[in-house]
T-cell receptor, first 116, second 111 residues
């Protein structure tokens, strides 16, 4: 069965420092991979997605993620964190076949706090 | 931009009431989803639909039902609200595998 693991429940970084959020997935075929961000009290916003091709994908707000098939990972990175990046981040894998086309499986999320 | 609109941001209902949560999308997406989100548990899929009048159970359908009479509208129904259904409810839509667009969520409190 497909699954997504985000090993870090909560991460605190200083403003201006680099960031890496980890995501590991379990999926039998080539996965469709996504990162979403959720600000407090809001819905989830798509940051970036990977379907195929270049394993380094660029997203909005200066985020990027790298797909590593050998490690079953899709880690999210940002070179310099801003206070406005404080939010919860969700990794997801697409399980879209048959009647459940487009069904995503989400990790439990990583909450990011940013120190001034 | 695709818009997914959830009719209420905050809702307070009494135990035993029948509750309707409405979700409307404006981009002709085939798939629509209802999740609930609770601290420490992440997003859990309640029901989804990949076509009008079609519905599939997700991971936690008990105590809920859904209705999709038109492509753009997907309603979540709590038949008899209970306090353990107090949660944030998120609706999403998608075109096949191209990722979800989420609504802003409805925070439901059952007292």
């Amino acid at each position: 069965a497909q699954s997504v693991t985000q090993p870090d429940i909560h991460i605190t970084v200083s403003e201006g420092a680099s960031l890496e959020l980890r995501c590991n997935y379990s999926y039998g075929a080539t996965p469709y991979l996504f990162w979403y961000v959720q600000s407090p009290g809001q819905g989830l916003q798509l940051l970036l997605k990977y379907f195929s091709g270049d394993t380094l994908v660029q997203g909005i707000k200066g985020f990027e993620a790298e797909f590593k098939r050998s490690q079953s990972s899709f880690n999210l990175r940002k070179p310099s964190v801003h206070w406005s990046d404080a939010a919860e981040y969700f990794c997801a894998v697409g399980a879209g076949y048959g009647g459940s086309q487009g069904n995503l499986i989400f990790g439990k999320g990583t909450k990011l706090s940013v120190k001034p | 931009d695709v818009k997914v609109t959830q009719s209420s941001r905050y809702l307070v209902k009494r135990t035993g009431e029948k509750v309707f949560l409405e979700c409307v999308q404006d981009m002709d997406h085939e798939n629509m989803f209802w999740y609930r989100q609770d601290p420490g548990l992440g997003l859990r899929l309640i029901y989804f639909s990949y076509d009008v009048k079609m519905k599939e159970k997700g991971d936690i359908p008990e105590g809920y039902s859904v209705s999709r009479e038109k492509k753009e509208r997907f309603s979540l129904i709590l038949e008899s609200a209970s306090t353990n259904q107090t949660s944030m409810y998120l609706c999403a839509s998608s075109l096949r595998r191209w990722g979800y667009t989420f609504g802003s969520g409805t925070r439901l409190t059952v007292v």
